[in-house]
Nanobody
Framework: QVQLVESGGGLVQSGGSLRLSCIFS????????MAWFRQAPGKEREFVAY????????GYIESVKGRFTISRDNAKNTVYLQMDSLKPGDTAVYYC????????????????WGQGTQVTVSS
């Protein structure tokens, strides 16, 4: 059974940085498009970033472009989200997701999800 486990969340001041990690239980990570989503209190879940199976292509929601970087290390079965210049508006639970389907910014296209990690940015 595919499992994803996120880590790296925490409390950080505005302008600070965090790196989230997502460990994938299968040795076939290279077959999956991976993405990060987030959900703030009282808001719907939103797409943050994706990276294709090859790692050659990435995409971001406009509000994090230039501040967040998604990457993957298939040899370590791990996907990362480097978050710099964090803002209070980035406060949310961040989820890692995986799909064997085509790249998508829609959560409904992702079959596998982690349990989430809390990111809190104080002003």
């Amino acid at each position: 059974q595919v499992q994803l486990v996120e880590s790296g969340g925490g409390l950080v001041q505005s302008g600070g940085s965090l790196r989230l990690s997502c460990i994938f239980s299968e040795r076939t990570l290279s077959s999956y498009t991976m993405a990060w989503f987030r959900q703030a209190p009282g808001k719907e879940r939103e797409f943050v970033a994706y990276i294709t199976a090859s790692g050659r292509s990435t995409g971001y929601i406009e509000s994090v472009k230039g501040r967040f970087t998604i990457s993957r290390d298939n040899a370590k079965n791990t996907v990362y989200l480097q978050m710099d210049s964090l803002k209070p508006g980035d406060t949310a639970v961040y989820y890692c997701a995986a799909t064997t389907s085509a790249v998508s910014r829609s959560g409904s296209q992702y079959a596998y999800w982690g349990q989430g990690t809390q990111v809190t940015v104080s002003s």
